[in-house]
T-cell receptor
Framework: KQEVTQIPAALSVPEGENLVLNCSFT??????LQWFRQDPGKGLTSLLL?????REQTSGRLNASLDKSSGRSTLYIAASQPGDSATYLC????????FGDGTTLTVKP | NAGVMQNPRHLVRRRGQEARLRCSPM?????VYWYRQLPEEGLKFMVY????????ESGMPKERFSAEFPKEGPSILRIQQVVRGDSAAYFC?????????????FGPGTRLLVL
């Protein structure tokens, strides 16, 4: 049974800091890994998708890496802004998605 | 190409009533997944359907919950005799195929409140 763990559960940083969110999964037989953002009471916003054959993806200030053999992914956020405050979810698909419980990020002005 | 559509976006039901949640996949997508997010919890898989077939319902509660994806029309998640514990956000996702390169596209969710 696939299990996805996200560390830390919560993170508070001052504006401008670079930060890393971690995601680990127990079964490496995945199709892809996706990072989402979820604001309180809202839906899921897809940030980055990494196919199982890929090592990383970049979009603006976001960079996600995937090490399938070790069951790990990281989401790097550069120059954090207060608008980045949200819960970040990691999900692996094979094909159904298994989600971590998320990291709640607060960026203080 | 419109994204995944879910309606209603918000649904209020009293205990014992029925709730019907609809999901229209993206055009050309024949696979639908339903997930539930209970308050203060993560998203959990419920059921995976193709047109007219249930492929995996291992995440569905055994009673009161059912899902269908007919040949024509949206996928329906039906909850009979709702209880307060059914209050949650229900998300659906669609994909064109299940080859390893295909991703799921998520809808905005339906928030069910049971009074």
């Amino acid at each position: 049974k696939q299990e996805v763990t996200q560390i830390p559960a919560a993170l508070s940083v001052p504006e401008g800091e670079n930060l890393v969110l971690n995601c680990s999964f127990t079964d490496s037989a995945i199709y892809n890994l996706q990072w989402f953002r979820q604001d309180p009471g809202k839906g899921l916003t897809s940030l980055l998708l990494i196919q199982s054959s890929q090592r990383e993806q970049t979009s603006g200030r976001l960079n996600a890496s995937l090490d399938k053999s070790s069951g790990r992914s990281t989401l790097y956020i550069a120059a954090s802004q207060p608008g980045d405050s949200a819960t970040y979810l990691c999900a692996v698909s094979a094909p159904r998605a298994t989600f971590g419980d998320g990291t709640t990020l607060t960026v203080k002005p | 190409n419109a994204g995944v559509m879910q309606n209603p976006r918000h649904l209020v039901r009293r205990r014992g009533q029925e709730a019907r949640l609809r999901c229209s996949p993206m055009k050309g997508h024949s696979h639908v997944y339903w997930y539930r997010q209970l308050p203060e919890e993560g998203l959990k898989f419920m059921v995976y359907l193709q047109k007219e077939n249930i492929i995996d319902e291992s995440g569905m509660p055994k009673e009161r919950f059912s899902a269908e994806f007919p040949k024509e029309g949206p996928s329906i998640l039906r909850i009979q005799q709702v209880v307060r514990g059914d209050s949650a956000a229900y998300f659906c996702a669609s994909s064109p195929r299940t080859t390893y390169q295909e991703t799921q596209y998520f809808g905005p969710g339906t928030r069910l409140l049971v009074l």
